[in-house]
């Protein structure tokens, strides 16, 4: 059993028990001055106005009141060689590449001349590049720095590193940390084919492009010279994070078919999001159970309808994954749980949309409970759970979900931020279904509680009881 | 918001008029703080060096900024995230060379703590980080959420996932 206490200790116990080298805050603060010399030397180096002049220069005035650099993009402004000269003057560094959508005001050219300046800092510090399998860092070149400044206020840099011969260019794109003033790398989806990763470092041929209501992203890539194969996707910045792109399509051939092709990207068959078509969706029936659309390749391959493969298989994973969230605007999702008495059936947590900030900085929306029937596409909505407010006790989370049999659920549902919990039997729809053993039952004094009271059924140590005396052992889900 | 430090807010007053009051406060914040928020990281990273490294790194930066950083109701929240974005970035060179493999925790402890840590390390990180700024750090959820500038629910769900998952991987340990 697992308590605060015991986490707290073993935590404590390993920073006991490590050594640091000791500290020297003299030595930081040379550095920490040494850097700033640095910095308000360009700063007052004639830089900044050199900048604004070229900006002016090639500035196209809108009628709405924004400016476009039109040609600035392929044009270098000011090479940066006073930079260099610092700790490391073997990354030589051009700056190239700065337009911008927004309005041109003073802010807006401050900000990107502080993210060029932050650029050149840390490409001192090495910080920017990849350097590539093995490879040394100090052979990497930064050859290109596109500083982008959207209308949505957010300013990226987007670099392009050289790291030696035989290593692929990679690219990286950075936002300005407000509170640290430093850069932070932006994850990327990335897309294999089968299972979307976050990186950092991008290859291929990667363009930021930004309008008035969106900043997006597009990334080429050929996986060899051939052009026979490779992906090409597009993202959108997340406006909610607001803190990297989200993968919004991907186009494809994945398998090299070993030929010469004359297929442009434009051809290559749609990934991601697997193809649905809406007009499938037949409407909720009388007993609740709606048709899913689900993709032809999901679907021609059977794919999801193997209970065997639903929680180790990443094609199955996809297909489920992309076919039950294809019109929901779900922000998590869970696999609870799998049945198969000769149809599969799935047993589905999601925490569906938002609907607004109800203060204290964190959006409350609802999560719900479905079941998803894999042998005939169909879902059913089980039970919603709607999060009123995070500081009451009826702020609710479904902890543990999983069948008892093909139509009754078992839930163990947590409050006081996952301090207390009761557990329900629930048919199909929803409804309670009678467990005179049930030693756990939904208190019947919930509505009154409080976050200032701490009465709780039973604490958090108990959870492990539970787990062992109502739900199947940890063994018996991990080998569905 | 209260202050897991312990220390006072400075005073930007007595930053702006009193330079060398800066030093001696800085100097007294990283006294204070540079172990501890180092011990945090390694927990989280399982790497004592990088760690002391990253967290150094974010003094760096505090100390540059100190006017500023210094009267922020926790000025180790903003080092950490610093330091933890420094540290992320080293490990994402490194997993090119180490195929991305968060180094062993190299340390000798009791067995059953062992045993829990081993749990953690096997956390996604995000969640190890939320365990180990509440848990060891002892930081309120506000602190966590504005330190990572993430949302709180965000820091609720992540602890409470960790948590799970931490009690399946040792049920199964006891078990086997």
């Known amino acids: ?480 | 918001m209260s202050d897991p430090s312990g220390s006072q807010p400075l005073s930007t007053t007595n930053l702006e008029t009193h330079p060398l009051d800066a030093v001696s406060s800085f100097e007294r914040f990283y006294r204070e703080e540079r172990d501890r928020l180092a011990g945090g990281l390694a927990a989280s990273l399982g790497d004592a060096s990088l760690a002391a490294e990253a967290v150094d790194e974010g003094m760096v930066r505090a100390y540059q900024r100190w006017a500023k950083v210094g009267t922020y109701d926790n000025p180790g929240g903003w080092v950490y995230r610093v330091a933890r974005n420094w540290a992320i970035s080293r490990l994402r060179r490194r997993r090119f060379v180490s195929d991305g493999a968060v180094p062993e925790l190299a340390v000798s402890m009791p067995p059953a703590h062992r045993e829990l840590l081993a749990g953690l390390r096997n956390l996604p990180e995000p969640q190890r980080q939320v365990v180990v700024l509440k848990y060891l750090l002892g930081w309120s959820q506000d602190d966590i959420a504005r330190a990572l500038k993430i949302r709180q629910g965000t820091v609720k769900s992540r602890l409470s996932r960790a948590l799970k998952q931490l009690r399946i991987d040792l049920k199964e340990e006891d078990v086997r």
């Open chain 1, 1 to 480: 059993m697992t308590s605060e206490e015991e986490l707290t200790a073993a935590l404590h116990s390993f920073r006991d028990t490590v050594e640091f080298p000791a500290g020297d805050p003299a030595r930081l603060a040379k550095r920490g001055r040494r850097r700033q010399r640095a910095k308000s030397a360009t700063i007052t180096g004639g830089l900044a106005v050199g900048l604004v002049v070229v900006g002016i220069g090639v500035a196209l005035n809108r009628t709405d009141g924004t400016t476009v650099i039109a040609a600035a993009s392929s044009v270098p402004i000011t090479t940066m060689a006073e930079l260099d000269d610092r700790e490391n003057p073997g990354l030589a560094s051009t700056v190239v590449g700065e337009r911008s959508a927004a309005p041109l005001s003073e802010t807006t050219t401050l900000n990107a001349l502080d993210m060029r300046q932050l650029v050149a800092d840390q490409v001192v510090a090495g910080d920017l590049c990849n350097s590539g399998d093995g490879g040394d860092p100090s052979d990497v070149t930064i050859e290109q720095v596109q500083v982008l400044a959207s209308p949505q206020g957010v300013t990226i840099a987007n670099v392009t590193c050289a790291p030696g011969a035989y290593q692929p260019t990679s690219v990286a794109l950075f936002v300005v940390d407000e509170e640290s003033e430093g850069l932070l790398p932006v994850p990327v989806d990335w897309f294999d084919g089968e299972q979307i990763s976050s990186e950092t470092f991008l290859y291929g041929l990667v363009d930021l492009n930004e309008d008035a209501d969106q900043l997006s992203l597009s990334v080429y890539v050929r996986y060899r010279g051939a052009g026979d194969c490779g992906m090409a996707m597009t993202h959108l910045w997340d406006p909610d994070e607001n803190s990297g792109f989200v993968l919004e399509t991907a186009h494809g051939v994945i398998e090299c078919p070993d030929e010469i092709s004359p297929t442009t990207a434009t051809d290559w068959p749609q990934l991601y999001p697997p193809v649905v078509d809406p007009s499938n969706d037949a409407p909720t029936g009388a007993d609740g159970w709606t048709n899913l659309a689900v993709s032809p390749a999901c679907d021609a391959e059977g794919l999801a309808r193997r209970a065997d493969d639903v929680r180790s298989n990443p094609k199955v994973m996809a297909c489920i994954e992309s076919t039950l969230l294809a019109n929901v605007d779900a922000s998590q999702f869970w696999i609870e749980d799998v049945i198969d008495d000769g149809k599969t059936t799935l047993v589905v947590w999601r925490a569906a949309k938002f609907d607004g900030d109800f203060g204290l900085g964190t959006p409350w929306g609802h999560e719900e409970i479905h079941v998803t029937e894999l042998t005939t596409w169909t879902d059913k909505l089980v039970r919603r759970l709607d999060w009123e407010d995070p500081v009451e006790a009826d702020w609710m989370y479904a902890y543990r979900i999983e069948f008892v049999d093909s139509t009754t659920l078992q839930t163990m549902i947590g409050w006081h931020q996952g301090e207390c919990y009761w557990v329900d039997r629930l048919d199909l729809d929803g409804n309670l279904v009678d467990d005179p053993g049930n030693p756990y039952p939904r208190p019947a004094t919930l509505d009154e509680l409080s976050a200032d009271e701490s009465l709780c059924v039973f604490g958090i140590d108990d959870e492990a009881t539970i787990l062992a005396d109502r739900f199947r052992s940890p063994e018996a889900l991990s080998s569905l």
